[in-house]
């Protein structure tokens, strides 16, 4: 439900606002917990039903949803295990997250049907029923007030669905499995959605597509409030994404201030990196295409990367190993002051697998979303439109920031490349949502990206599509742009690229 | 054929709680104004700060149509609340 706000958005932002409060107010020394115990009264207030048929299994999803919130895993559901275990644990400022990233909460989930072709009260019982006779395999009968579908014949080849003039039959799927491009989600015993670890690449468009709201991942709010309160100096890096997310009178500047509010010492753009990226991967690419490699793929997107390194190995060699804009700046960070933490602050939920990773713990200490950071701005009730503006103080690049849409960063690529070698003439091939970057890495696999550029985005529209995001894409990409060409340089070659001061 | 004003809080409560996507709805009756070729009166959609109704009892987002006060306003609320006066404004 990317771009709409329902009563699924509505309990998921309330979560993330009840954490940050407990995480701004409660006593730093404290092990007391039972403020959770009322969490989920203070969201699903009375004792009728809103949301579902029961008030208690309502209360009972906010309360795992609580828990994933603040880092942890949730609760078997067959066995004892109180609410509040564990959250000493979480009460800390080091990373306590951890696999799996993102979780169907059982209970939550309604099993939907797997792609089932199912006849509709709209069926007439007409006397020309020409869906039996388009039917191949002779699923379809007539009973006795409607056409009736023999499920264990139907092979799925739409015909009837076409033929039907009374639009009488619907094809429905799983909104999850039909976002997920990784094919990742199957079924449990009883019929509820699972996650293949194995094959999920988390960008996360399931959590934004279950219209149940069953499915989570965990957040680091929780243990970067607690560094903050614990005086940690605590960077930021925001993805270049951020502008307009906060509301139309949240400029720039205010977002940046109100982050700086929230107790961060200082804000860097991601974009800074993402210039980084760009002079790495465009040498990269004039040095190795098509001589040693036939093409190159870019790296800033971690679910790209790593959808890329699952489904297609056998050319999965030609994504750049640039590190991504992300780590890119957090590197830069952490030489200049190694005691910092770094939070990294964008739409993407990705980037929280990628801060698993070993190499990059380092750099990374919490990865967190606008909607996130939103809940935050609400606990401590910062109202961004009050602050004074301020400014970044080493700017990135317009194509730095440009990284946030689909098609920005291959430009951005592309631009550097002309710069060092006008004369050579670089093709591009880009896809966005994982089903579509399926489709271009097939291309490649058979050979036909030779010489060329690959860029691949695993969310609709690049980053400003992103699950952790709050702004509608097209009013995004708007202000994305917007802000890119307020920038004092144009390309990454532009950009001096300044240390911290 | 009448203005209406519509003041829509984008304060961060009310944003968190979907007062952009509010305005998002707002801004779609165009359309279907267009689409059902109707007379249409023009409405005005004005982003305001915060009012400071937040953080008590009720919740956001709170948006005032001419001056009238709804809390907790959601999409569907809003826009047959627009849809209605608009109608009864070209009587
Ligand atoms: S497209 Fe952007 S936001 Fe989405 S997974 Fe990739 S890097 Fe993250
Ligand atoms: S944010 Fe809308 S009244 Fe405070």
């Known amino acids: ?501 | 054929m009448g203005k209406i004003i519509v003041e829509v809080c984008v304060g961060t409560h009310c944003t968190m709680m979907g007062a952009m996507n509010i305005i998002d709805s707002i801004h779609s009756l165009e359309e279907i104004q267009r689409e059902l070729d109707e007379d249409f009166c023009e409405v005005e959609v004005r982003a305001t700060p915060c009012r400071k109704l937040c953080g008590g009892e009720v919740n956001g987002p709170f948006v005032k149509i001419d001056g009238e006060e709804i809390q907790s306003a959601e999409n569907e609320g809003v826009m047959a609340a627009i849809m209605s006066r608009c109608r009864s404004k070209n009587l």
């Open chain 1, 1 to 501: 439900m990317r771009g709409l706000f329902t009563p699924v958005t509505k309990i998921r932002r309330q979560v993330f606002t009840e954490v940050a409060k407990f995480a701004f107010e409660r006593p730093l020394d404290g092990e007391d917990f039972a403020y959770f115990y009322e969490s989920s009264y203070r969201i699903i207030p009375g004792e009728v039903a809103k949301y579902r048929d029961s008030v208690f299994k309502e209360r009972a999803i906010i309360r795992e949803r609580t828990r994933l919130a603040m880092g942890l895993d949730m609760r078997p559901v067959g066995r004892h295990k109180n609410l509040t275990d564990e959250m000493s644990r979480a009460a800390t400022g080091e990373k306590v997250l951890n696999l799996p990233l993102i979780n169907v909460i059982p209970f939550a989930c309604e099993a939907c049907p797997t792609d089932k072709f199912e006849v509709t009260d709209n069926c007439r019982k007409c006397l020309a029923h020409p869906c039996t006779t388009v039917c191949p395999v002779n699923a379809i009968s007539m009973g006795k007030t409607a056409a009736v579908i023999d499920h264990s014949k139907c092979i799925k080849c739409n015909r009837c669905l076409n033929a039907c003039p009374y639009h009488a039959i619907v094809r429905y799927g799983r909104p999850c499995a039909e976002a997920c491009g990784a094919n990742a989600i199957g079924s449990d015993e009883l019929g509820r959605a699972e996650i293949d670890q194995e094959k999920c690449v988390s960008c996360g468009l399931c959590i934004t597509s279950c219209p149940f709201a069953a499915i989570a991942d965990k957040s680091e709010i929780f243990q970067l409030v607690t560094a903050i309160r614990k005086k940690e100096e605590v960077f930021a890096a925001v993805a270049p994404s951020f502008v307009g997310q906060f509301g139309p009178l949240a400029t720039p500047g205010k977002i940046l201030a109100g982050i700086r509010a929230l107790g961060i010492s200082k804000v860097i753009e991601v974009g800074w990196g993402a210039d980084v990226g760009s002079l790495h991967e465009a040498e990269e690419f004039l040095e190795q295409v098509p001589e040693h490699r036939d093409f190159l793929g870019t790296s800033c997107c971690p679910s790209w990367a790593m959808f890329a390194e699952k489904n297609f190995p056998e050319i999965s060699e030609n994504i750049a190993k640039t590190h991504t804009p992300m780590v890119a700046a957090a590197k830069r960070i952490k030489k200049e002051r190694p005691n910092a933490k770094v939070v990294f602050i964008g739409p993407c939920v990705s980037k929280k697998i990628e801060a698993l990773n070993d190499e990059i713990r380092p750099y990374v200490d919490y990865v967190i979303t606008f909607e996130e950071l939103m809940g935050l701005f609400s606990a401590k009730r910062i109202e961004l439109n009050e602050l004074e503006e301020e400014e970044f103080e080493s700017q990135s690049s317009r194509d730095g920031r440009n990284y946030a849409m689909a098609g920005g960063v291959a430009d951005a690529v592309v631009n550097v490349a002309k710069s060092i070698a006008p004369e050579r003439e670089v093709q591009v091939m880009r896809a966005d949502t994982l089903k579509e970057c399926r489709k271009i890495l097939t291309l490649a696999k058979a050979g036909k990206a030779k010489g060329c550029l690959l860029e691949g985005m695993a969310c609709p529209g690049g980053c400003v599509g992103g699950p952790g995001t709050l702004l509608q894409i097209a009013r995004a990409e708007k202000e994305v742009k917007a802000f890119a060409d307020t920038s004092p340089y144009m390309t990454a070659t532009d950009n001096p690229l300044e240390g911290l001061t």
